[in-house]
Nanobody, 123 residues
Framework: QLQLVESGGGLVQPGGTLRLSCTVS????????ISWFRQAPGKEREAISCIRHSGGTSSYLDAVRGRFTISRDNAKDTVYLQMNSLNPEDTAVYYC????????????????WGQGTQVTVSS
């Protein structure tokens, strides 16, 4: 059974950095793509980026392009989201999710989600 556990969130000042982790279990890791989404208060959940087993990535959110980087460690069944130059607009709950097949930023293509990790950017 697919399980995803996010960690690494917290409170950070504007301009700061965080690295989120998503540890995956219960599936053959090399057969799944992993995506990060986020949901700010009062807003819809939005796709950030997706990574394939090969390390190829797809990006979906212009607001974080050049600041956020997705990566994966296949030996640890873990995907990371490195977040730099954080600003208050990045405040949200960050979720990871997985699916077989191709990367997509469409939320309806994902059925299983982690519990999320809160990121708060504030001075």
């Amino acid at each position: 059974q697919l399980q995803l556990v996010e960690s690494g969130g917290g409170l950070v000042q504007p301009g700061g950095t965080l690295r989120l982790s998503c540890t995956v279990s219960g599936i053959p890791f090399d057969q799944y793509v992993i995506s990060w989404f986020r949901q700010a208060p009062g807003k819809e959940r939005e796709a950030i980026s997706c990574i394939r087993h090969s390390g190829g990535t797809s990006s979906y959110l212009d607001a974080v392009r050049g600041r956020f980087t997705i990566s994966r460690d296949n030996a640890k069944d873990t995907v990371y989201l490195q977040m730099n130059s954080l600003n208050p607009e990045d405040t949200a709950v960050y979720y990871c999710t997985a699916r077989e097949g191709a990367c997509t930023g469409l939320i309806n293509f994902y059925n299983v989600w982690g519990q999320g990790t809160q990121v708060t950017v504030s001075s």
